[in-house]
Nanobody
Framework: QVQLVESGGGLVQPGGSLRLSCAAS????????MNWYRQAPGKERELVAT????????NYADSVKGRFTISRDNAKNTVYLQMNSLKPEDTAVYYC???????????WGQGTQVTVSS
């Protein structure tokens, strides 16, 4: 049974930091690219950050470049999103996603709420 379980969300003041984690199980984690998406109320889901299966390459949305860092630990089947200098516009539900192009396999977590507010 495939599971992606996000944790680490919460309420933080502008300028603060949070670290999201996504624990994976039920599939070969090291074979999948991992992504973090977010969806704010009334807006479409957007891709925030991507990391390749090996962790050797990452990409970020322009809105988070220089503030967010995606990383992974294939030994722990976990992907992380370190979020610094948070802004109110970062408020959203953050989703973990696993994708393997070879098989078109695509898995989602349940999401974790991040609220940036004073």
């Amino acid at each position: 049974q495939v599971q992606l379980v996000e944790s680490g969300g919460g309420l933080v003041q502008p300028g603060g930091s949070l670290r999201l984690s996504c624990a994976a199980s039920g599939f070969t984690f090291s074979s999948y690219a991992m992504n973090w998406y977010r969806q704010a109320p009334g807006k479409e889901r957007e891709l925030v950050a991507t990391i390749t299966s090996s962790g050797g390459s990452t990409n970020y949305a322009d809105s988070v470049k220089g503030r967010f860092t995606i990383s992974r630990d294939n030994a722990k089947n976990t992907v992380y999103l370190q979020m610094n200098s948070l802004k109110p516009e970062d408020t959203a539900v953050y989703y973990c996603n696993a994708y393997r192009k070879l098989t078109s396999s695509n898995y989602w977590g349940q999401g974790t709420q991040v609220t940036v507010s004073s």
